[in-house]
């Protein structure tokens, strides 16, 4: 029997010795002979370990790899097998970055305009929700709106080929972006629906109706960690439509632990077959089955009640997963903290022509859930009850008859057996399951042209303060931003209809609102748009049942050009971080961003997150928008993007120590980071014109560069046209030019006074100086030739250290 190296190495060592241990002492025989027997026994215990370890790896046949040209090795796949969670982890550290470093904190990332999932706690400052971000998704407490958990990136491609034993020579990958996600805070488990980035940007009604058309893969995450690789549960041109959390059940738990019961929950996604507008979209992504889910173990583990659903683990890029002969299916997946296991799979075969949208789980019908979408045929809206454990369609409701209209959202209201059911028709029925009866409907249209507006978003509230004023609010999220508010309480006079509380008009002003939803039994209301990249907290406790906001999260809608930290410290040549050792705190971790499309100046603080704003431009920007009819917000009404920036705090309890300059513009202005605004003059020459109703500086004078003294007193800006201008920081008055302005110039902007007596005097002295000089007229002409020598030399010198007729890119003051 072989020796393990380390045995040889201390028989070596020993023999060397001649005999004596590590301590320097001698050993006897018998000493040695208990040794030799001891380490006879350790190594017959290994090797015992090792062949009961091959014997095992021997049993599990690992799954066939897959692979474009189908070839196999067995040496390969075992070795692929031993270090499949290796790979997996060196691809999920090169997709993020860093093999050391996990993500923190995201700065100015709010939401990517997907729905956000709620979850809910018995105090509503303990409630949380998960926003997903690009390939991530964080965690934000609903009291401060104050993130807490970042996820690591999904993990597609190679690596998910790896971890199920198999290999593949082409790894499919790309940008993912996450569409919806589901947490469990019980079991500390997530799982998000996503699919690749689109190559091109969707029409309106795709980015409205079907904002996640590209998703294709689910992922389960323990906290954090991706448990396992992405898992692709869709057939070719196919795609997930919704995430339902269905509750939890009781699993039998696998490895040491098994014979006994964990909780697991129950997730359903809803797939929606692709119309042939948007095949285009799928094809040329990346795309596959994923042998495994969860580990390497797990799939011998399934439940039997799936085993009609393993074939979907096989085969070509979803070939062995069967579309049959409908637009619909309903995947029930099993969520533990191990894995993620495919349970059901229903086909709509019942409903060819249904297409579905979204989905809502009603309050009180267990294992049912409603799928609301539109025919493709007759182009009505359509909507469905399945029940997930019979997987059969029970009924087909017939009160909606709206014609080419699509339903956008599903609600459960505070009654049993009602829901509210929203319309690309800018329609809202309330709409009765168990009778399947349409009790009303509210119609919503825009104020400027008088058109249907497509419904996003339904919550209601359910607080006890809504029903000691006899109300019941309901919250309608619109496409054009709009938030409406409508009392649900029957009229006293039956021919009239249910009215407006408030509305909060431009809430959400780019692409309008994505999701929205009441805080339980509170009146709190939380939004997101789609493509605002911020979460609004509306409360609504005024007498008149307006709402105003309570605190909000805001990012830039747009890439920020100007980025750098807010004071970097003198000589660093970086941030200071927060220490409480050498007296920073966290203002020293601020970071300025601007200069992009949306024309706004922030801070974000990497150490607080409540020390995040916006700098004012200026009082009264929403009602000047309102007055002049603007209905796109205020971004019309700012300053043009930055260009950029630079920042001193020598005098920053003086005055401004932030200056800036802006995209195709001549002046420069100061703010005040304390007061975070621009509260500081505006930098600029005498003759150049303010009002834009009249003549602006030429082009050759707009800004190009900017830098402030080391004493904060003064900021130099360089020009387009090469002419750098010096300002007083405190007054704005100009302090010179370089190069200096002309002779010619200065005479002509000189003002004489008639008779003024100094004047007077200066000339006379003048004139005196001459006449005695007219006794040595060849001193003078000496003096004449010199002043022109020096004059010429000096002329010759400045335009040799000129840079008129270039653009000034850069300044640095000594």
Known sequence: MPKPKHRKKQAEKLAESGGKSQDGLETSGADAAA???????????????????????????????????????????????KVSQMALNSSSSSNQGSRFFSPYRTLGVISNGRPFHLIPHDH??????????????????????????VSQSVVVGAA??????????????????????????????????????????PNKETTTLSSCFYSKYVTIFQRTRPLAPARRIVPNHWCIQDLLHLGRIKVEMTGEKEGKLENAAVVAAVLRKLPEEDEDQSNGKPSGSVPVVGGGDDDSDRDEASSDD??????????????????????????????????KRIHFD???????????????????????????????????????????????????????????????????????????????????????KKLFSLEHKSKKENKPVPITSVSFRTDS??????????????????????????????????????????AHPLGGIAKLQFMPQEPLLLSIGTHSNSIVTHIFDNPDHSGRILRQRKGHTAPPRVVQYLHPGAGAGGGILANASDGTDAAACQILSSGGQDRTLRVFSTARTVKDKEFGQGRGLVKKAKRLGIEEGTTELLLPPVTALVTCEARSRDWGDLVTIHEDHAFAYVWSTRRGAQSGPVLRQDKWNVSAMKIPPPSHTHATSVV???????????????????????????????????????????????????????????TKKQSSRLANQDRMEIDAEQKSLQAQRLKDKLHDASHMGSAVTGMAVD
């Open 310 to 343: 393993d074939d979907s683990d096989d085969g070509e890029e979803g070939e062995a997963i069967s579309d049959g002969n409908c637009q619909c299916q309903i995947v029930v997946m099993i969520a533990s903290r191990q894995s993620i296991q495919i349970h």
């Open 708 to 766: 402030i003294s080391t004493c904060g007193n003064f900021a130099m800006v360089g020009s387009r046209g090469g002419k750098i201008y010096k300002y007083n920081l405190e007054s704005g008055i100009p302090r010179g030019t370089y190069p200096r302005e002309d002779k010619d110039d200065k005479k002509k902007n000189k003002k004489f006074v008639p008779g003024d007596i100094v004047r007077a005097v200066k000339a006379l002295e003048k």
């Open 465 to 506: 303060s809504a029903l000691q004023y006899a109300t019941a609010p309901m919250a309608v999220g619109r496409q054009d931003g709009t938030i409406t508010i409508w009392d649900l309480t029957p009229p006293e006079d039956p021919r009239m209809g249910r009215t407006i509380l408030c509305e909060i008009r431009h």
């Open 350 to 436: 019942g409903a060819p022509t249904f297409s579905p949208l979204v989905a809502t789980h009603p309050s009180t019908y267990l294992n049912k859930i409603v799928v609301g979408g539109f025919d493709s045929q007759t182009g009505k809206v359509a909507m469905v009850l399945v029940n997930v454990r019979s997987g059969k369609i029970i009924h087909q409701f017939q009160c909606l008859t709206d014609r080419r209209s699509k339903i956008t959202t599903l609600s459960q209201s505070p009654a049993v057996d009602t829901i509210a059911v929203g319309t690309s028709s800018g329609m809202v029925h309330l709409v009765n399951l168990k009778h399947d």
């Open 160 to 201: 998910a080929a790896t971890a199920g034993g198999g290999r593949r020579k082409k790894a499919s990958g790309g940008k993912q972006e996450i569409s919806h996600v589901v947490t469990d805070a019980t079991l500390s488990i997530s799982v998000v629906a996503h699919g690749p980035q689109p190559t091109s940007s």
């Open 35 to 81: 040794d030799d027997e001891k380490n006879k026994q350790e190594d017959q215990l290994m090797m015992a370990v090792e062949r009961q370890q091959q014997e095992v790896d021997d049993d599990e046949e690992p799954p066939k790899p897959v692979s474009s040209d189908e070839e196999s090795d067995g040496e390969e796949e075992t070795s692929d097998n």
């Open 124 to 149: 509503s400052g303990n409630a949380m929700v998960a926003l997903p971000i690009g390939d991530r998704f964080q965690l934000m407490r609903t009291d401060h709106l104050r993130p807490v958990l």
